[in-house]
């Protein structure tokens, strides 16, 4: 089997405060607002990638809850398959203590505004993740978008 064309795979996280807003994080690598998350290591898990990106950048050791979904997204000729999974509440008492070459801030948004912050494909998939949430439902999705 040729491993050179294997998917890139990466796992991610929604996280909310007590007020029902979404935690979104400032990379130092990139110029756009992102959720916790990131790339899945050659034999790990999408929920063992997910609890030690977490712990990584956040500092938070945390089981992932239900996948909400999976989304089928290919760009810049790579295959990409992205895991957005049910992270849970974080209150004033959790330390977040981010990893400074990783992460410059974080913040606590009302879902509505981070669709503004976050670039349009992730905007589609968090929106979606969102929406898998409310209904108890995993929606698998192409580009960001619920495929039937």
């Known amino acids: 089997m040729d491993h050179s064309s294997r998917a890139i795979s990466a796992a991610g996280a929604l996280f909310f405060d007590e007020a029902g807003r979404l935690l979104l994080v400032e990379p ?3 110029p756009h607002w992102e959720i916790p998350g990131g790339a899945i290591e050659h034999g790990e898990t999408p929920s063992e990638a997910c609890r030690r990106e977490v712990e990584e950048e956040l500092g938070l050791v945390r089981e992932p809850g239900r996948l909400l979904v999976a989304d089928w997204a290919p760009r810049d000729g ?5 895991f957005v999974f049910e992270g849970g509440l974080i209150t004033a008492a959790d330390e977040i203590r981010l990893r400074a070459d990783e992460l410059r801030s974080y913040e606590f948004v009302p879902p509505t505004e981070a669709r503004e912050r976050l670039i349009p494909r992730l905007a589609r998939r968090v929106a979606e993740a969102l929406r898998a949430r409310e209904s108890g439902e995993t ?3 192409e580009h960001g978008r619920r495929h039937a």
Do not use: P
């Not at 790579?78 to 992205?82: A, Q």
């Open 139 to 141: 929606h698998y999705l």
């Open 28 to 30: 130092t690598y990139k």
């Open 78 to 82: 790579e295959d990409r398959v992205l």
